[in-house]
């Protein structure tokens, strides 16, 4: 029954965001601008959105590479598991069930398996507000990159020299808290070359761009004049960002519809086209990365029921088993 609360909560936020989100909708006027969509620029969603995931593949291998050398192709696989999972299932267990698969099939230390997880979420965070700041200079909306990434580059740096210290000084008569430091450390080992560091930034920033393309075709796929920049859609891939960062049902829906076309309402779009637009902009690149995901799942002789069985419950010893 536990395991049941945080799904019925979250829906439940969702219900009342999507009720947020369309209430008042002109529904004839929405589906008179899907039937005028052109079909071409929103094929293109799918070219992007297999970029996006064969980058992100590219990105974790990378980080992986001082404890073990991965293939892209196997990085990529149980990254799109992971999406897929996190669309389907509710606390983010995709995360871990990414890390557990990692550890096992590339026979990596979990520890050092979700140390790079870590990196790479926060290489993601900075990448896309670097994206976002810049894209806002060209606007004339900011100037500048925004303090938020010199916040996260200096905790960033804090926690790698805490680490080193720690490591150091701990006494000989804790051998196990040195071990599991020294896979963490290895985990973010790939950051202390300036080059990987820089390889691995613009990795991300590229997997951030190809997931603002998104936004990109489908507004000249809705003939939206009003957003369709590449900088309104970087700034529309950060909105989409954020919003799917917000609690709610897996799949963030109600969030990523209310905040995008709020944000395109704000640029002069009329309500049915703005609605249209984030509903298609949400719901296409949520159909392609799940039924790849699953692909993959099913795949490595696994599937949904048991994933959520052996992750649910939240037993670190039982992941890492």
Do not use: C
């Amino acid at each position: 029954m536990k395991k049941l609360l945080p799904l019925a909560a979250g829906t439940l936020v969702s219900a009342l965001l999507l009720w947020l989100a369309f209430r008042n909708a002109d529904w004839r006027a929405m589906g008179a601008v899907f039937a005028g969509v052109r079909a071409a620029p929103a094929a293109l969603v799918l070219l992007t959105v297999s970029a996006e995931l064969a980058i992100r593949g590219a990105k974790w291998a990378l980080l992986l590479r001082p404890a073990r050398k991965v293939r892209t192709w196997d990085a990529a696989r149980l990254e799109t598991a992971a999406l897929a999972l996190n669309n389907l299932l509710p606390l983010r267990i995709g995360e871990l069930a990414r890390a557990a698969y990692g550890a096992e099939m590339f026979d990596v230390s979990l520890l050092t398996v979700l140390s790079t997880v870590v990196v790479e979420k926060l290489l993601d965070m900075a990448s896309l507000l670097a994206l976002s700041a810049a894209a806002a200079a060209m606007l004339g909306i900011a100037a500048g990159l925004p303090g938020g990434w010199r916040t996260w580059t200096g905790l960033g740096a804090a926690a790698l020299l805490l680490l080193a210290l720690m490591r150091r000084s701990l006494p000989r008569r804790y051998p196990r808290l040195r071990q599991a430091l020294a896979h963490l450390k290895l985990g973010l080992k790939a950051l202390r070359s300036p080059l990987n560091a820089a390889v691995l930034f613009l990795l991300a920033a590229l997997q951030w761009f190809m997931n603002a393309l998104n936004y990109y075709w489908l507004a000249k796929a809705f003939n939206l004049d009003g957003a369709s920049s590449l900088a309104k859609s970087v700034l529309l891939s950060f909105t989409g960002a954020a919003a799917s960062s917000a609690p709610g049902m897996p799949g963030s829906f109600g969030s990523t519809e209310l905040a995008v076309s709020s944000v395109l309402s704000g640029w002069g779009v009329a309500k049915a086209p703005a609605l249209a637009f984030a509903a298609a902009a949400h719901l296409l690149p949520y159909l392609i990365i799940t039924a790849a995901g699953l692909f993959f799942i099913y795949d490595m002789g696994s599937s949904l029921m048991s994933v959520w069985t052996r992750f649910s419950a939240g037993k670190a010893e039982e992941a890492g088993s």
